[in-house]
């Protein structure tokens, strides 16, 4: 059967070797796409989706199975030459079709769509955060605050922050006391985390007067390029170099 028939017929047969084509059913251990053959299957029989869905999972099983040689000693080198072709042959990354046995009816190929085959695993829609970031600034210099050991950026140097729909003028007058001029707001930067995507907004603010009884702890006034070269978060460091 070809590479084309999986889709219609009762059970198609992924990539296998030479020898493992003339094999018959016996046992399936591990679902193809758990091994490295899991975007030759996908690409050879042309099956649609990510190799992870449990859908597809269920269909590379249909396929693996009804494609396994007969025989127990045929199966090692099914197994094998699967795991060879996945390893060596159709990567991921650069199928080399020129060289693989099964390419004369590889779905994938005959359909010139080797590069769309397997699926790329989908993109997770990551959770989105928002905050309004100071860019206080007086004399040249920008005020830092230190961020808590735990969380985020923990123990960095960073910009303070408030919630998105805070009033920064009130924010600045209640919390340091501090007399300021007119604010600007700033492009936004957006930083993606591994869980979730934080959007900072950054209003710049000028100090005009700055109450000694100000300092809090944790925050403090830097040079611009004391305040680059501080350990400060990569994101932060890109809003004071464009914006100090
Ligand atoms: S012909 Fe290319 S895409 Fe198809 S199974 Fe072989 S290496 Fe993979």
């Known amino acids: ?21 003339e ?7 591990a679902p193809p796409s758990r091994a490295p053959e899991r975007g030759l299957v996908p690409a050879d029989c042309g099956i649609e989706g990510w190799p992870g869905e449990p859908r597809v999972q269920a269909e590379l099983w249909r396929v693996a199975a009804a494609y396994l040689p007969d025989g127990r000693r045929a199966i090692g080198a ?24 099964v390419a004369a009816d590889c779905v994938a190929r005959c ?10 695993r989908p993109r997770r829609a990551l959770p989105r955060r928002e905050v309004t ?8 210099d920008v005020l830092l605050e230190q961020r808590p050991p735990v969380g985020v950026w923990s123990g960095l140097w960073s910009l303070p922050e408030l919630a998105r729909d805070a009033d920064v003028a009130l924010h600045v007058a209640a919390r340091f006391n501090a ?13 993606t985390f ?45 809003l004071l170099r464009a914006h100090c």
């Open 1 to 21: 059967m070809s590479r084309r028939g999986v889709r219609a017929a009762p059970s198609p047969q992924p990539h296998a070797t030479a020898a493992a084509a």
């Open 111 to 120: 359909d010139g769509r080797v590069d769309e085959l397997p699926y790329p």
């Open 78 to 101: 099914y197994t094998q030459g699967l795991m060879d072709l996945g390893a060596t042959t159709c990567t991921r990354a650069k199928p080399d079709c020129n060289a693989c046995p």
């Open 194 to 238: 591994t869980h979730f995507a934080l959007t900072m907004h950054p209003v710049r603010v000028p100090v005009t007067h700055w109450p000694t009884t100000a300092g809090a702890r944790g925050v403090e006034w830097f040079a611009r390029d004391s305040a680059i070269a501080a350990a400060v978060p990569a994101p932060i460091r890109r």
């Open 179 to 191: 007399a300021t001029d007119a604010l600007r707001l700033l492009p936004p930067l957006t930083h």
């Open 23 to 29: 094999a018959t059913p016996i046992e399936l251990r």
């Open 133 to 140: 970031v100071l860019l206080l600034t007086r004399d040249g």
